[in-house]
């Protein structure tokens, strides 16, 4: 990985190991991608990440170096190299970028290649390097995440397609360091004979690593050999590299298909409970159809029975009306009545009055009757003188006669008036009892409209309270119909988003299951 190497790795200055002339056809070079399985939308997907990472880029390289300075040897080597961390980053970003550069053809693998001849000449071992990659994965699987965790298909293409390239240009550094170390060999003073067979070895051991067996490593050469046994050590470091790269593939792999598992069960669940969800919301909201329907009948009654109530109030409001008006005309004809009840008792007074004098009268006659007798009778005994006198005391009699026939007569009438008046003062007393009976009625009836005015008013008063809660219980019952509709159509949103969750989490589950059988063609 450039990061570790010299400022120079683009352009690198002439060394022994520099004129290895690199092992790659455009042949090769598609072979590689068709066994990593790098295709066009891996190419099309890591294009696609590149303003991300540049947005990110400082960061990584800064968090990537941060990882290294904890690492004594590999600051004695940077610092052996003749450069430093900061200038360091400023390749190591070019670097990063150019893993999403979307160009991925034979230029862009050759650089990847002299990046192992820079690794050679600074003496850096495989197992900084390819740490580096798996340390770069580390640090860009949250960052995908984050953007696309809510595509989980997306995601997971995206994160597949960053471990083929990084593979590829693991593959090509020790490729190129590989064939550097075989260009050294061949420069020891060492015999043909045992360079070939330490070659063959080496051959052999490269192709068992690239058809996949990670479970083969390398006898250590010594005594004199320093070069070759810090190639075979070099070698196994890197196997054992790979190695842990591709159990940590298979373990997430693994992960993953567990995880994604219980995301489908998880799934299965929310559509299952959705659907269930979806009928009991259709269910509701024909219920508050019918609510509301039953509801707009129960306002049209409440606004009959609060018209109803209104009518009655004003008609218990011209009872009362009617009743007072009754009660002080009673009043009136009572007050009429002891008026006449005290003439009648006046009339009575006068009558005694005048059969009192109507007795002098009679009185009077009777003793102008006796006088004229007694005159008759002295008439008698004048003889001729007194005849006038006689005639006198006759007529004398005859109208005190008449006097007493007519004081009898007034009398009798009096006497009628007596009894008249007596019997009309009785009846004025029954009347006036009668009206203080019908007053005392007219008052308790008054008394019992205006309880019941006050009902007829307390009705009306609780119709229109009914009437304003029964529409305002319609105003409720609309809202919560039309917020029904609302939970009904975010429920059926619900149900479709769940199936394409479904469908996205059986896809990546596809791309999980490839991830794996990809890891599993290296036997460690």
């Keep these: 990985m450039s990061g570790f190497s010299h400022p120079d790795a683009a352009h690198p200055q002439p060394h022994s190991s520099e004129s290895v002339t690199p092992r790659i056809s455009a042949e090769d070079l598609e072979r590689r991608k068709r066994f990593v399985g790098f295709t066009s939308a891996d190419a099309e997907a890591l294009r696609a990440m590149r303003k991300l990472v540049e947005k990110h880029a400082e960061q990584i390289v800064d968090l990537f170096y941060e990882r290294i300075g904890a690492f004594g040897e590999v600051n004695q080597l940077i610092a052996a190299s003749g450069s430093n961390v900061d200038r360091l980053k400023t390749v190591q ?45 580390q640090l860009l699987t949250p960052i995908v995440l984050k953007k696309w965790g809510d595509k989980p298909k997306k995601a997971a293409a995206m994160l597949a397609a960053l471990d083929k390239i990084l593979a590829l240009d693991s593959e090509l550094a020790m490729g190129s360091y590989i064939d550097c170390m075989v260009a050294d060999l061949q420069s020891l003073n060492v015999s043909k004979t045992e360079i070939e067979d330490q070659v063959t070895n080496l051959s052999a051991f490269i192709n068992s690593v690239a058809q996949g067996d990670l479970s083969q490593r390398l006898e250590l050469m010594t005594k004199g050999h320093d070069d070759l046994g810090r190639l075979g050590g070099n070698m196994n470091a890197m196997v054992d590299q790979l190695a842990g790269i591709t159990r940590g593939i298979t373990d997430t792999s693994e992960a993953i298909v567990g995880s994604l598992e219980k995301v489908r069960r998880a799934v299965a669940d929310q559509s299952s409970g959705a659907a269930q969800q979806a009928a009991a919301v259709n269910e509701t909201t024909s219920t508050l159809e019918e609510i509301r329907a039953t509801s707009n009948q129960t306002l049209e009654k409440a606004t009959s029975m609060g018209a109803s109530a209104e009518q009655t109030r004003n008609a218990a409001d011209r009872g009362l009306k009617l009743v007072e008006e009754n009660i002080n005309g009673m009043q009136s004809i009572r007050s009429k009545v002891e008026a006449i009840a005290e003439t009648i008792l006046a009339l009575s007074k006068k009558t005694q009055q005048i059969g009192e004098i109507t007795n002098v009268v009679a009185g009077l006659a009777q003793h102008s009757k006796m006088l004229a007798l007694n005159a008759s009778i002295e008439a008698a005994k004048a003889g001729d003188s007194g005849k006038g006198f006689a005639v006198v005391a006759s007529e004398v009699k005859d109208l005190a006669e008449q006097s007493e026939e007519s004081t009898t007569q007034v009398q009798r009438i009096l006497m009628e008036i007596q009894h008249a008046t007596d019997r009309a003062v009785m009846v004025t007393e029954e009347g006036a009892k009668g009206m203080d009976q019908g007053m005392s009625l007219m008052e308790r009836m008054g008394e019992v409209v205006r309880e019941l005015q006050e009902v007829v008013h307390q009705s009306a008063r609780s119709s229109q309270q009914i009437v304003a809660a029964v529409r305002q219980e319609a105003v409720g019952i609309d809202q919560v119909s039309t917020a029904m509709g609302e939970i009904n159509q975010v429920t059926g949103q619900f149900v479709t988003a769940t199936d394409r969750t479904s469908e996205a989490s059986n896809e990546l589950n596809l791309l999980a299951e490839q991830l794996r059988n990809m890891a599993r063609r290296f036997k460690s």
């Design 93 to 137: 970003r070019q670097y990063l970028l150019e893993l999403f550069g979307g160009d991925y053809g034979m230029d862009y693998f050759l650089r990847r290649w002299r990046i192992g001849l820079i690794h050679n000449k600074v003496g850096l071992d495989p197992q900084w390097y390819l740490g580096g990659y798996s340390l770069y994965r």
